[in-house]
């Protein structure tokens, strides 16, 4: 059974840190790259950050969304199977949701909330 599951969401104050992780099972995620969207309550689904595939090794394997370049970071462990979101110098935003997505799957999500 093939699946992902996000974690590490939760509470952080504006200029925290939260790390996600995007955990695969039943595949080598390595072979795949890998998307993190957020989608906040009303609103659509926003692309946030990728990571090649571990097979890609041309160039710059990460691309970032404008609003979080410079302060997120996308790495892989490939002995664990999981992609990490490094969120630094977080801004307030309320909640929304954090999905990643690889192979042709989409984890549920884990909830991520910035305030004050």
């Known amino acids: 059974q093939v699946h992902l599951v996000e974690s590490g969401g939760g509470w952080a104050q504006p200029g925290g840190s939260l790390t996600l992780s995007c955990v695969a099972s039943?595949?080598?995620?390595?072979?795949?790259?890998t998307n993190w969207f957020r989608q906040a309550t009303g609103k659509e689904r926003e692309f946030v950050a990728s990571?090649?595939?571990?097979?890609?090794?041309?160039?710059?394997?990460?691309r970032y969304g404008d609003p979080v370049k410079s302060r997120f970071t996308n790495s892989r462990d490939n002995a664990k199977n999981t992609v990490f979101l490094q969120k630094n110098s977080l801004k307030p935003g309320g909640k929304a949701r954090c999905y990643c997505?690889?192979?042709?799957?989409w984890g549920r999500g884990t909830q991520v909330t910035v305030s004050s």
């Open positions: 990571i090649a595939s571990s097979e890609d090794t041309i160039g710059d394997n990460t």
């Open positions: 997505n690889g192979y042709v799957l």
């Open positions: 039943g595949f080598n995620f390595s072979r795949y790259s």
